[in-house]
């Protein structure tokens, strides 16, 4: 049972704001929301994480509604070198069920 | 070093070899992942080690598929009697606690098998 949705892939431009939304229907109770990056031939990279409501850092925006069932990851005024994979995860940490990576979004930045 | 360290970078293998895939967590993390990641996909968990214990090995494929920590720094990763379908870049990612928190990647092992 897939923890979390995803788009595929999605493009846009340099300079645009681009928004990742992510599903997750079956979050629970003590379940954080992490996003990692990741580029070609490089492991994951750790973007952001929060529990509700908004959190905010140097490079990303996550959002997170009310009900916790989905969440989106904001990137403003992208570059060309934010072309990478965008990984949504959803758990309590430690272990198999804290961290369980899905298939992701590849984000493609076009000049 | 300041990250994750894995080593090698790239291993080539034959059919039924033994592979040791070795990684260096960052110091006085206690938490240690080991993934695989095959082409287009994202990593697959495969243990999680907090200190010296595996706290979590349901990701292992089957036994051929070995993890250890004796010191709870390093760990191997132990392949036995390898395949085809055991090529992947394995990931080893380290944490402070364990719990939730930003894990650090290495750069990852390529085993090829052949």
């Known amino acids: 049972l897939a923890k979390t949705t995803q788009p595929i892939s999605m493009d846009s431009y340099e300079g645009q704001e681009v928004n990742i939304t992510c599903s997750h229907n079956?979050?629970?109770?003590?379940?954080?929301i992490t996003w990692y990056q990741q580029f070609p031939s490089q492991g994951p990279r750790f973007i952001i994480q929060?529990?509700?409501t908004k959190v905010t850092n140097e490079v990303a925006s996550l959002f997170i509604p009310a009900d916790r069932k989905s969440s989106t990851l904001s990137l403003p005024r992208v570059s060309l070198s934010d072309t990478a994979v965008y990984y949504c995860?959803?758990?309590?940490?430690?272990?198999?069920?804290?961290?369980?990576f899905g298939k992701g979004t590849h984000l493609i930045i076009q000049p | 070093g300041a990250g994750v360290s894995q080593t090698p970078s790239n291993k080539v293998t034959e059919k039924g070899k033994y592979v040791e895939l070795r990684c260096d967590p960052i110091?006085?993390?206690?938490?240690l992942y080991w993934y695989r990641q095959s082409l287009g996909q994202g990593p697959e968990f495969l243990i999680y080690?907090?200190?010296?214990?595996?706290?979590?090995d349901s990701g292992l494929p089957n036994d051929r598929f070995f993890a250890v920590r004796p010191e709870g720094s390093v760990s191997t990763l132990k392949i036995q009697r390898t395949e085809r379908g055991d090529s992947a870049v394995y990931l080893c990612?380290?944490?402070?606690?364990?719990?939730?928190?930003?894990?650090?990647f290495g750069e990852g092992s390529r085993l090829t098998v052949l």
């Open positions: 990612a380290s944490s402070l606690g364990g719990g939730i928190g930003e894990l650090f």
């Open positions: 079956n979050i629970a109770t003590n379940d954080y």
């Open positions: 929060g529990y509700k």
């Open positions: 995860l959803v758990g309590e940490g430690g272990g198999a069920d804290g961290l369980t």
């Open positions: 110091s006085g993390h206690t938490a």
């Open positions: 080690f907090q200190g010296t214990g595996a706290a979590d």
